[in-house]
């Protein structure tokens, strides 16, 4: 498929200047090239025409007065770096990490497309879709299959829905398959999702943490082509055997490269052309260090042989999404998409070229790139029209409805609120040896809190206690989690109010209140998820909040994460939905909501 709209009057012109019959309208001289298909560095030039590359080689093209000739004596050539696996929402939206991501030398993305399509009509988003795709980013996307939350009331994951985003030209993959229990069970809605993405001659990405050699042969029987979830080296070696492509993530959350390479290397086998590298949607705050070029940064110091991290950037990721004649290597025909390096083990750039045009030289931006706001193409904030009420946060609930409440928890073998401890930054399970009664039961322990779970649309709340995820924390409420909903945790029940009532007003966001003021705020008030801010801005504020939460106890990786998989139920072991307490294993809800 094409990466990049060639017109015929295009293709001609690139044909003559290879002929040295049409002048080169950019012509590189004297660099040193990785040749990614050989995996070794030559001496060429490289001859543009327009957005392509015309020819590579010693040859002189043909110049005229309108070339742009560019030194590259001493310099490092690579091709543009490929993110094939990207989340772009995390409080940054696709515009924003796609213009930090350019300058750093990531030139094209896959990426999901599950809050977009959550929020938009499939006409809107099939606009939104080619606009963003304008950017000199090439960026396409994955179609999820599941909402990887419970329940789907407002019937979002609608196999018409779904197999519209499925056909779009933009779209190349569906997944990544979070719901593996349904695939299991033969829901018949993910079948005919998967089946009809390979009948679209489209990829299947899955999502499988901790799989057995039998899962993942089993997925590769449903069609799923790659994997990014190994965490050693063993998995990485068992997505190959089944054939799939495995990516070797780098995250905020799984900062796991150094371990699979380390181990990799023990096994003593050949890097695999089936090898990719992820950032994996990393925060704000890991893209502090880069994109793809921190990801082969990080490769490269953990021992992996320079021209393999390259390659895992560039062409193997553009060979599994069927693109390598377009993309990811420095070929005749290719996309001009051009990386000039001072150091071969240097992947950061001094200049940038993406679709032939000069986008930065030196830290300096060449080229004006429009600007587009997400916000011109998503109005939906999150939004409440109840009154903030007290009754929301009392602990024990009032006479009658604490009567339900013991009910409710008698039925299901519960004296109290389940309580919900944290064994990572994602990772939840059930504790059943705490029992806490009520608000002064709680205070006295340090690390707990109640965790409100409110939905204006089915007006339900989902309540819980929840352990190990900061302590002396007085109220945090959020809208940036993987559902829709508000959700307020905090050991002061005027202080969750207030922290509510912070991110009501600005339509989404994080808060923070700690004695009576407020102590941190990100207003995210499209979707709930995302600002227009730009990336520096979402950093600053992402490196304050985690810093905070480090601060109050939070001990893991990535608050930010922690936050955003609170109501995903593809992870084990517990977790919030607005229909109650759910555990993952069982798929039972183990404590129901109750109305507003």
């Not at 994951?157 to 197999?163: A, G, H, P, V």
């Not at 990801?295 to 999404?321: F, H, K, Q």
């Not at 939906?380 to 602990?395: A, L, R, Y």
Request: net charge negative; glycine share 6%.
């Amino acid at each position: 498929m094409r990466a990049r709209k060639l017109t015929e009057m295009a293709y001609k012109q690139m044909i003559r200047t290879a002929k040295g019959l049409e002048a080169a309208s950019v012509w590189i001289t004297g660099g040193t090239i990785l040749d990614v298909y050989t995996k070794s560095w030559r001496q060429a030039d490289i001859v543009l025409s327009g957005e392509r590359i015309a020819y590579v080689g010693e040859k002189a093209p043909f110049v005229n007065q309108d070339t742009i000739c560019i030194n590259a004596k001493d310099k490092y050539i690579v091709p543009g770096y490929i993110e094939p696996h990207a989340h772009p929402f995390q409080w940054y939206n696709p515009f924003t990490l796609a213009d930090y991501a350019l300058q750093t030398g990531t030139t094209t993305m896959v990426s999901d497309s599950l809050f977009l399509f959550q929020l938009l009509p499939y006409d809107k988003l099939s606009s939104l879709l080619d606009e963003i795709n304008k950017h000199p980013v090439k960026q396409f996307f994955w179609a999820r299959l599941d909402s990887q939350t419970l329940p789907d009331p407002e019937g979002v994951f609608q196999r018409e829905r779904i197999k519209e985003l499925l056909a779009h030209p933009l779209v190349i993959q569906a997944g990544e398959l979070t719901d593996w229990r349904g695939i299991l069970d033969e829901r018949e809605e993910l079948l005919e999702g998967m089946h009809y993405a390979l009948d679209l001659g489209k990829r299947i990405e899955g999502h499988h943490p901790g799989a057995s050699y039998q899962t993942l042969a089993l997925a590769a029987a449903h069609g799923v082509g790659a994997c990014h979830e190994s965490m050693t080296a063993d998995e990485l070696l068992h997505r190959l055997q089944v054939g799939m492509y495995a990516t070797l993530r780098h995250s905020s959350i799984r900062p796991d490269l150094p371990k699979l390479i380390k181990e990799w290397k023990q096994l003593g086998l050949p890097w695999s052309p089936r090898m990719m590298l992820t950032s994996d949607g990393a925060t704000a705050p890991m893209l502090r260090n880069g994109v793809m070029d921190y990801t082969i940064r990080v490769a490269i110091e953990a021992g992996m042989p320079m021209e393999e991290a390259y390659v895992m950037a560039t062409l193997n990721p553009a060979t599994y999404y069927q693109m390598d004649t377009e993309i990811g290597g420095i070929a005749p025909g290719r996309v001009a998409d051009i990386l000039l390096l001072t150091e071969r083990s240097n992947p950061t750039p001094e200049t940038v070229i993406a679709n032939g045009l000069l986008i930065a030289d030196e830290g300096q931006a060449k080229a004006k790139i429009p600007k587009r706001q997400l916000s011109e193409f998503i109005s939906i904030g999150s939004t409440m029209e109840e009154t903030v009420s007290d009754h929301w946060f009392q602990f024990p609930e009032q006479e009658q409805e604490q009567e339900q409440e013991q009910a409710q928890a008698q039925a299901l073998h519960l004296d109290s609120l389940p309580v919900i401890c944290m064994m990572n930054s994602v990772i939840s399970k059930l504790d059943t040896t705490t029992v806490i009664h009520n608000w002064e039961e709680l205070v006295q322990i340090p690390d707990a809190m109640l965790a409100v779970l409110i939905d204006p649309k089915t007006k339900q709340l989902t309540k819980a206690i929840l352990r190990g995820f900061a302590v002396e924390l007085e109220a945090l409420a959020t809208t940036f989690h993987a559902s829709t909903e508000f959700l307020v945790l905090g050991r002061n029940p005027q202080a969750m109010k207030a922290a509510l009532q912070e991110i009501v007003a600005s339509k989404g966001g994080v808060a923070i209140i700690e004695k009576e003021e407020v102590l941190f705020h990100m207003p995210l008030p499209i979707g709930g998820k995302m600002t227009d801010e730009p990336m520096e801005i979402v950093m600053e504020k992402s490196e304050l909040f985690t810093t905070l939460m480090r601060e109050r106890g939070y001990r893991f990786d990535d608050p930010i994460y922690s936050l955003l998989f609170f109501t995903a139920t593809h992870l084990p072991f517990v977790r919030f939905t607005k229909a109650g307490i759910y555990e993952v294993k069982t798929g039972t809800m183990i404590y129901p909501a109750s109305p507003i």
